[in-house]
């Protein structure tokens, strides 16, 4: 019933940038909270940051420093924007979206990080 497609992965240099974008089929408000997991090779899937439906925002402490959120809200997207990207960011991105206590993943995205 709710589809994610996920955006703007790819290579990149070490401190480049990227900007993530998820794309959903309804309107945002019908979320209580979306936000970006990755999973890196060889490590568990954890979450990056999210957004809930106030605009509140978290971030994983160890990507605080160069990590933002934001959400738009006329074009239903959620972004994830990293202005400074390192080696240890390469992952497998994936947005996710939460009604009440149900969770869709999108497919996921690749982002690699080269030195």
């Known amino acids: 019933q709710v589809h994610l497609v996920e955006s703007g992965g790819g290579s990149v240099q070490s401190g480049g940038s990227l900007r993530l974008s998820c794309g959903v089929d309804r309107n945002i408000f019908d979320f209580n909270a979306m936000g970006w997991y990755r999973q890196a090779p060889g490590k568990q899937r954890e979450l990056v940051a999210s957004?809930?439906?106030?605009?509140?925002?978290d971030y994983a402490d160890s990507v605080q420093g160069g990590v933002s959120i934001s959400r738009d809200n006329a074009q239903n997207t959620v972004a994830r924007q990293i202005n400074t990207l390192k080696p240890a960011d390469t992952a497998i991105y994936y947005c996710?979206?939460?009604?009440?206590?149900?969770?869709?993943w999108g497919q996921g995205t690749q982002v690699t990080v080269t030195l």
């Open positions: 996710i979206a939460r009604i009440l206590r149900s969770y869709t």
């Open positions: 957004i809930n439906l106030g605009g509140r925002t």
